[in-house]
């Protein structure tokens, strides 16, 4: 099973994608979750509200989103070396940790701005390939800003982005100059527009866009310690194939290596982005799924699968859908 998994088929490929929209659109019907606006900030508000108007409507764009996102997964991992014949194991992993908890099946905005910031990821790595070209540079900054404007956290991607510079090659004052620019051109854009179209896009409001209306009051432990159970052990098997990685990072080539450490670099980023989003974690979930499908993935790839390796993936599977089932419990006590 784990195998089939790796393997570059195409068949394989088709049938995890019908396992995913099975999947999410089961989980759906079965739970008919409640889609929660007053979490949605940024510009694509109104677009958001809208689409979830028509809730089937919703998760069958989400559904859609996380199947895209995860054959950009996969491409990226398997052209730069990070994962070695990837095959759909990055797809399939990404698929579930996304459907980890009902609230994210809706379209929302960080599934915006998850989808924007990948394609900025793949232009980082072009731009290590490149021998750090400067349009790639400023394509990088430019999607990272505009994902910045569904999800404010990412306008700590310009840190991110210095930082990259700085660990991969000297950094020059011009490299700063384009990640601002970069960066700064979608909002000046969406600004631009909103004036030339009297949209309601104006610097101001946009600003006040980013800030969520609703900050819930904390976690509830007696009710959220069985997801943080889940979650924690997620991360754990994640860890181990970070360090499996870095095991063997020295016996990689020069290019694989510093793709190897620019992964770490943006998974870093996206746990620190949700640690800060601890209070609506459920939400804010599907990009700490990002990092963890590839490290999840580097722990199964195995030459020899034991049958500890085969036990480990099966739980693997039942821990990642069991807040599914505690909400089936819970709904038909």
């Known amino acids: 099973m784990i195998k089939k998994v790796f393997e570059d088929k195409i068949s394989v490929s088709v049938t995890v994608i019908i396992g995913i929209i099975v999947y999410r659109l089961g989980v759906y019907y079965t739970l008919q979750p409640k889609f929660n606006a007053s979490l949605v900030h940024g510009i694509f508000t109104n677009i958001i509200l809208t689409l979830n108007h028509s809730p089937f409507l919703s998760v069958s764009l989400s559904t859609l989103t996380v199947v895209i996102q995860g054959l950009i997964l996969t491409r990226l991992v398997g052209y730069y070396n990070i994962l070695d014949k990837p095959g759909s194991s990055v797809l399939l992993s990404l698929g579930i940790l996304y459907s980890l908890f009902p609230e994210s099946l809706f379209i929302n905005h960080i599934y915006f701005a998850s989808t924007l910031f990948m394609l900025g990821m793949y232009s980082v790595f072009q731009f290590l390939e490149k021998k750090y070209k400067k349009a790639v540079l400023l394509q990088a900054s430019f999607l990272f800003g505009f994902s ?32 601002f620019f970069g960066m700064a051109i979608p909002f000046y854009i969406i600004a631009s527009l909103g004036y030339l179209f009297s949209w309601d896009w104006s610097i101001s409001n946009n600003w006040r866009s980013w800030l969520l209306v609703d900050r819930s009051s904390g976690l509830n432990w007696t009710n959220s310690y069985k997801d943080f159970i889940v979650i924690c052990l997620l991360i754990i098997i994640a860890l181990i194939g970070l360090f499996r990685q870095i095991g063997a990072y020295f016996r990689y080539n020069v290019e694989t290596r510093r793709s190897l450490l620019a992964m770490m670099v943006l998974a870093l980023f996206l746990l620190i982005v949700c640690a800060a989003r601890w209070y609506i974690y459920k939400e804010y979930f599907i990009l700490l799924a990002i990092p963890l499908a590839i490290y999840h993935s580097i722990f199964f790839k195995r030459e020899n699968t034991n049958w500890w390796i085969s036990t480990i993936w099966f739980v693997y599977f039942l821990v990642a859908i069991s807040p599914i089932w505690w909400n089936i419990i819970l709904t038909n006590k």
């Open 148 to 179: 910045a404007l569904s999800l404010s956290e990412f306008y700590w991607s310009f840190v991110l982005l210095i930082s990259a510079v700085i660990i991969f090659k000297t950094v020059k004052l011009s490299d700063i100059l384009i990640i």
